[in-house]
């Protein structure tokens, strides 16, 4: 295909925006997000995804103007919808999170959208579907290139279906790139088994990094006594590597400790996790203890961290 001239180029992408608009129903907007408006609706979307985040954030990632973002939320809070508290970090600055009001709002608008987009393609042959997300990522791909800083990624609590991907994700990623054995996978299953099992909502936690929708992130927080909390489970996808996930999973870990009343935070790490052990080291934790081991299939030497809270 020879080569576009910027003018087609232009051409070319204001008239796949029109055809796109046009096909899930944007200027019928009332239909599909009613009764919110389309920037109503996205910002919902990083509330319901987001772990207590603040409107900079928010502001941020989304692009929007401070005023009138600003605006937005307090029209959420006169609905209802949303609730602020102060951070236990910094008394300056709020915390945004969805009321069950809040929630429930969302989880209708999400629905609708779903059943627009599954009308959509549901029809489509297999081979077709598969080619539309290949597209749908080059594009992506191709927009974004030079500006991976700034993509967007979401922090939200685990719901149904993301221990699979946890136990999942572990165990490939840690054979593919370090050769260790399935009962690595095993570990982390027995994990995420029990977390589910005992989970307490007031003292612990599990954060999934999602990123274009699929989860790419993860960590667990985890109580070991009434003083001490366990960081486990820290994993990053590659290709959402360079994001600053990782670093954002563990400063969300060890802020939601400290205003759990933990004094201490604890971790157990290996050696040759070196991407792991430098985020560790500057959130301020420190090794206390090592010790060798064989496990995995691999001959390790283990590390135990701490945080003093």
Known sequence: MADPAPAACVAAVRGFNRFYTRQIGLLHEGRLYSPFSLT?????????????????ELRWHLGLDAGYLSRMLRRFVHQGLLQRSASADDGRRSLLSLTARGRAAFARLNA???????????????????RLVRALGTVERVLAAGSAE??????????????????S?????YAREYGWDQTFEALVAEIA????????????????????????????????????????????????RGLGVGRKLVDECVAFARRSGYRKLV????????????????????????????????????EYWELKL
């Open 267 to 302: 971790l157990w790490t290996q050696s040759v996790l070196t991407a792991a052990r430098r985020i560790y080291r500057r959130a301020g934790f420190r090794r206390v203890r090592v010790e060798p081991h064989h496990s995995f299939g691999k001959r390790l030497v283990g």
């Open 112 to 130: 609708r959208s779903r059943r627009r987009v599954g009308e959509m393609v549901k029809d489509l042959p297999g081979r077709d579907r598969e």
């Open 169 to 173: 994700a572990h165990g490939e990623l």
């Open 150 to 167: 700034e993509r967007p990624y979401v922090l939200r609590p685990h719901r149904p279906g993301d221990m699979g991907w946890v136990v």
């Open 40 to 56: 109503e609706a996205r910002v919902l979307y990083e509330l319901a995804h987001r772990a207590r985040p603040t409107a900079s």
């Open 193 to 240: 088994a029990k977390f589910i099992r005992r989970f307490d909502p007031r003292r612990e936690r599990c954060w999934i990094a999602e990123l274009d929708g699929e989860p790419v992130g993860s960590v667990f927080l985890v109580r070991q006594s009434p003083a001490v909390a366990k960081l486990r489970l820290l994993i990053v996808d590659p290709k959402a």
